[in-house]
């Protein structure tokens, strides 16, 4: 029985307790009073200056209206300083009347020319926390335009630092707002300087120092403050410069231990994507040192976004800030743009660099998502005067690192550049330069584009520049975060020194969606250090090479690898052969580096050879895969290839080297000479001396040899380690011998097979990628064999063409294995498509008289057809097995020499 009416009693007194809330509620807010400034005495009542002391009295938040006779702005001239507010207090400039004036236009001039030295206009200390100042236009003080060493106040719709229109300057001699913390003072922080609409939008302008300056030394705390929506260096029309003498805005931990963590200088809320500078948007232009400046290791967490620095409210065209557009220096953990659009920072046309972050405890900043050196649609050059964005030193001070620029985050792989992307093009020196110690990533940016990744927007000098940096990562090896480093006025990446810097995944000299969109350079130079890996890019278009160490055009191949320069002067690998039948594509060849060491070799497709096009070295558009293989004693062995999917005929192939550190690949070579897909190049022999051609041009040869004594020479894919690469080999008296490279020395496989007075051929058999060994009788027997090793004729013994005839082989259907054919002296030919004796399935004439018969795929398209060689080295091609005319013709070889196909 207690209980229930204990329970009861609790009922009852809640519900007292709601009826008296209710009507609590509904009491207004209480203040002490609006104090209506009636005149522009400078001192008296009915003054600006009496409103102050009065409202400074009271213990709750006052209004400060104005009510001066006669419409329109009116001016207010004091002799000394104003009063500091030290109560909450309300100053509302927009309550004079004035037919004249839009609803949210400054109507109360405070000019203080007369009001002596370091005079502040309007000051807010202490206990005045909370306070607000909106609608004024504050000027020629000799001190700050407003000056706040206290919290929560809101600092909205005014003029501060020019005349009456915002037309131009009326200096404040300090910053135009300055806010304060330090010894014995209270926080000067969760002031909200300007907003998200218009009407709350303040002209900080033609100050003689910073416009905003936030500053704390010796204990002070200034945190969690947020300026949007303003017009700092600019008129009030925001198409023209009214310059603040220092930064437009300048964070600044002074001296001592002081807290700047977690200001805010812009936003997202009300912000036009590609358009002009609207909501929180601040528009920090036409300052005469920087726009924004971030100093010192109090300053922390700070979010710079969705602002237009150095360019007009339109976003279309420069008003420059006189040194940078943002300075990081000294200080850790800033974030300036971010992933969303509207976060976006649009940093252009400033004297110095787009961003600059520097100091040896700048570390841990981030960079992303925004806009530098073009206009805000990311379409045309607004470009800054020096780089992009640096990294690096200024005078006495030492350089930064460990930052990121751009990231993996919503970024939009062969589209636009979105998300993380910085899109870093049209500035007047380098994209991005870096200097100093490393340890930075840069991710995902487009640099020397337009924002579509399609167009040039170049920057001037190199795309990215390293100078004497180490450990610092060009991409990451995803699509994500895949810088596409195009169309810039010289090198896509340049590197002059430094070790372990790694170029990872990126798209250089192509536009976003794989196209031609080359730099003026080298896509990668190296002009020094060691160590640098460049791995899994799509680097292509380049008017220079793709890779290139040392400055120095192609820096040939050397035997065991053992001189220094860039990257040590890395071998690259030579491609020997790259065969594709249908769906599968194989690529052999040989490496010579360093003895006894691993190394990672990728391979690349291209539609054209692309740069070093005289001597053959290309580039590498598309990666399409890695092996790993490690050198013998003497460093060399072959390789083979096999990418994930098919390559066609006709396309380009290329290779690096890269020397693994563990298994870590860590310097890379440059690219290899091309070769074309399924594409059979001249050979000839003349006694014992091999002369190889890479291409079916008329020349010289590119290869010379010694090997072998005068017999039967032939090329044959011989090698399973090398798929595809004809390699010289010998046939005298039933004997075969066998070198698997193109150089002098002994056989690398001899057995015996076949009779002493048989004609030697080789071929694929059975479509498994090797060719071996076949012998032809005089009586038009042909015995050929699966392997190369002594043994029985098990790929065929069979009588086909007539005695005397020239035994050729060739995959006449494309099928991937060789069948046999027969040449006459008359130029007749006699092809048959299955390794058996019957008819022949073609039968035809073309050739020279005499002539020596060659066969080859000699378009890319898979399939072996003719060509003659004149006795003068004449070359004449045809590209279907059938009489015609010639499809290629030119001049290789003379009267003593053989020709061979490799």
């Known amino acids: 029985m207690k209980y229930i009416l204990s329970r009861r009693f609790v009922a009852i007194a809640l519900v007292l307790m709601c009826l008296l809330l209710s009507l609590f509620a509904n009491v207004p807010k209480v203040k002490a009073a609006t104090f209506t400034v009636s005149n522009t005495n400078e001192s008296g009542s009915g003054s600006l200056r009496q409103a102050i002391i009065d409202a400074n009295t009271t213990s709750i938040a006052d209004d400060i209206d104005f009510n001066i006779p006669g419409d329109g702005k009116k001016q207010i001239i004091p002799t000394s300083p104003m009063p500091a507010i030290t109560r909450p207090v309300t100053i509302n400039g927009t309550t004079q009347p004035c037919s004249s004036c839009g609803a949210s236009e400054p109507r109360i001039e405070l000019s203080g020319n007369g009001a002596g030295s370091s005079a502040i206009g309007l000051r807010i200390t202490g206990n005045g926390a909370g306070s607000t100042i909106r609608g004024m236009i504050i000027n020629r003080f000799s001190s700050n335009g407003i000056f706040l060493d206290s919290g929560n106040n809101t600092i909205v719709g005014n003029y501060i630092g020019t005349n009456a229109a915002g037309t131009d300057a009326a200096a404040n001699s300090g910053d135009g707002i300055g806010i304060f913390s330090g010894t014995n003072l209270v926080d000067a922080s969760n002031n909200v300087i300007g907003g998200t ?35 700092i260096g600019t008129n009030a029309t925001g198409n023209s410069a009214v310059a603040n003498g220092g930064d437009g805005i300048l964070v600044n931990h002074a001296q001592g231990s002081a807290t700047l963590s977690g200001n805010t200088i812009g936003g997202t ?44 409210a339109s976003g279309t065209s420069a008003i420059y800030n006189g040194d940078i557009g943002l300075e990081i220096q000294e200080t850790a953990n800033n974030t300036i743009g971010g992933t969303v659009a509207e976060a976006r920072n649009v940093i252009s046309g400033n004297l110095g660099a787009g961003i600059f972050i520097t100091g040896d405890g700048a570390t841990g900043n981030t960079v992303l998502g925004n806009y530098v050196g073009t206009n805000s649609a990311g379409n045309a050059d607004v470009g800054n005067i020096k780089m992009g964005i640096g990294i690096g030193y200024s005078p006495g001070i030492q350089p930064a690192h460990d930052n990121n620029i751009g990231s993996a985050t919503g970024t939009t792989p062969g589209g636009s550049c979105t998300g993380g992307c910085n899109l870093i093009s049209g500035n007047d020196q380098n994209g991005v330069l870096i200097i100093g110690p490393g340890g930075n990533q840069l991710r995902g940016n487009y640099i020397g584009t337009n924002a579509t990744g399609t167009g040039n927007i170049k920057n001037a000098l190199d795309g990215i520049g390293v100078a004497d940096s180490p450990n610092n990562g060009i991409g990451n090896g995803t699509s994500n975060g895949r810088n596409v480093i195009s169309a810039n006025g010289d090198n896509g990446v340049i590197i002059t020194g430094g070790t372990g810097n790694r170029i990872d995944g990126n798209y250089i000299g192509l536009a976003s969606d794989g196209g031609s969109l080359g730099n003026t350079g080298a896509g990668v130079m190296l002009a020094g250090g060691t160590d640098t890996a460049i791995v899994g890019n799509g680097i292509g278009y380049n008017v220079k090479l793709g890779i290139d160490l040392g400055y120095n055009n192609v820096s040939l191949n050397d035997g065991g690898d053992s001189d220094g320069g860039a990257n040590r002067t890395q071998n690259f690998p030579n491609v020997y052969a790259a065969k594709t039948v249908g769906s599968n594509t194989k690529v052999g060849g040989q490496f010579n580096g360093a003895p006894s060491t691993s190394f990672q070799l990728e391979f ?32 060399n062995t072959a390789f083979s290839f096999t990418p994930g999917s098919s390559v066609p005929g006709g396309q380009y192939i290329t290779a690096t080297a890269t020397k693994k550190i563990g298994s870590t690949p860590a310097e890379t070579s440059e690219f290899s000479l091309c070769r074309l897909v399924n594409i059979d190049r001249p050979a000839l022999t003349n ?48 004997s075969w011998f066998m070198r698997a490279s193109y150089t002098t020395g002994n056989a690398d496989l001899s057995f015996s097979y076949g009779a002493s007075n048989a004609k030697p051929v080789c071929g ?76 022949a399935t073609s039968e035809f004439n073309f050739g020279f008289v005499p002539s020596y018969p060659v066969v080859g795929d000699w378009d890319g398209n898979g399939t072996d057809t003719v060509g003659s060689v004149s006795t003068g080295g004449t070359w004449s091609l045809r590209n279907s097995n059938s009489s015609g005319a010639t499809s290629a013709t030119f001049q290789f070889g003379f009267p003593t020499t053989k020709p061979l196909v490799w």
């Not at 291209?606 to 580039?619: D, I, K, Q």
């Not at 694929?764 to 060994?773: L, R």
């Open 764 to 839: 694929d058999w059975n479509g498994d990628g090797t060719e071996t060994v076949g012998v032809v009788s005089p009586d038009s027997t042909w015995n050929l064999r699966d392997s190369n090793s002594i043994g029985p004729a098990d790929a065929g013994s069979f009588q086909y063409g007539p005695f005397p005839s020239t035994p050729v082989v060739g995959d006449w259907d494309g099928d991937g294995d060789d069948n046999v054919g027969v040449f006459f002296g008359d130029n007749s030919w006699s092809e048959r498509n299955t390794n058996s004796a019957g008819p």
């Open 197 to 231: 609409v218009a009407a709350d939008r303040n002209i900080i302008s033609g100050n003689a120092q910073n416009g905003i300056g936030i500053t704390a030394q010796d204990g002070g705390s200034a945190s969690s403050n947020t300026i949007s929506g303003n017009y």
């Open 687 to 734: 006694g014992a001396t091999w002369f190889l051609k890479n291409d079916l041009t008329s020349g010289s040869a590119d290869q010379t040899f010694g090997y072998g004594f005068p017999s039967y020479f032939l090329m044959c894919a011989w090698d399973p380690n090398q798929p595809g690469v004809k390699l010289p080999v010998i046939f005298s008296v039933g």
């Open 604 to 635: 690349f497709s291209s539609n054209s050879c692309n740069a070093g096009v005289t001597l053959n070295y290309g580039e590498g558009q598309t990666y399409i895969g890695s092996t790993s293989v490690t050198t013998d004693v003497y460093g």
């Open 269 to 312: 809320v009300g912000v036009t994507v590609g358009g002009g500078c609207t909501g929180a948007c601040n528009l920090i232009s036409g300052n005469q040192v920087n726009g924004v400046g971030l100093w010192h290791s109090g300053v922390t967490s700070t979010a710079v976004s969705g602002n237009y620095v150095g360019i007009n």
